[in-house]
């Protein structure tokens, strides 16, 4: 009785594994489910800095390009930087959106990892097509495949502040 139990015991955790394994290779590299919120709307008791409390925090902050920090990503792993560009995908489940750089050029993203004390405190909602100045370190490289089966990479940023961009 003991060894049908055992024996039952090992298939079961095997059966087990062997879904798990199936279930990670499969979604490698792609989204499991769908994440359809396209804005972001922030709340006035969020704990957030306005721009004038930033200033001087600004200057610690080096412009770096895209191409510059797409070719060289991990020189500047750490490296506090600032860029501008247009949201092109929130994800508020994940903290993250994908910003466009340069141009709002879809071929030069970059993704921004964020937490709700990044916001500038004038900001109330953010939604995708928005322009923003970001600051923030440069943390790795995020690898993905892209609609095309590319495999492509991006540089990901842990933004430390995040204001809109005034249109000039």
């Known amino acids: 009785m003991i060894k049908i139990l055992r024996s ?14 199936s279930y990670l290779l499969l979604s490698k590299n792609s989204v499991v489910g769908s ?7 922030l709340t006035a008791n969020q704990k957030r800095e306005h721009n004038s409390d ?8 080096a412009f770096v390009s895209f191409d510059n920090l797409y070719e060289n990503t991990s020189l ?7 860029q501008v560009g247009h949201i092109k995908k929130l994800d ?13 050029d879809v071929s030069k993203m970059c993704k921004i990892k ?17 322009a923003i100045k970001f600051y923030g370190k440069v943390l790795s490289v995020d690898n993905y495949v892209n609609e095309k089966g590319r495999e492509m990479s991006r540089p990901v940023i842990s933004a430390n502040f995040i204001q809109m961009k005034l249109h000039k």
């Open 8 to 21: 039952k015991s090992l298939i079961v955790l095997i059966c087990l594994v062997i879904v798990l394994i």
């Open 76 to 82: 500047y792993f750490g490296s506090k930087i600032y």
């Open 54 to 61: 930033f200033e001087e925090q600004r200057k610690d902050y």
């Open 114 to 130: 964020y937490n709700l004390a990044s916001f500038a405190q004038n900001i109330s909602n953010l939604k995708e097509d928005d």
């Open 35 to 41: 994440i359809s919120e396209t804005e972001i709307t």
């Open 92 to 104: 508020s489940e994940h903290k993250y959106m994908l910003v466009a750089l340069d141009g709002n």
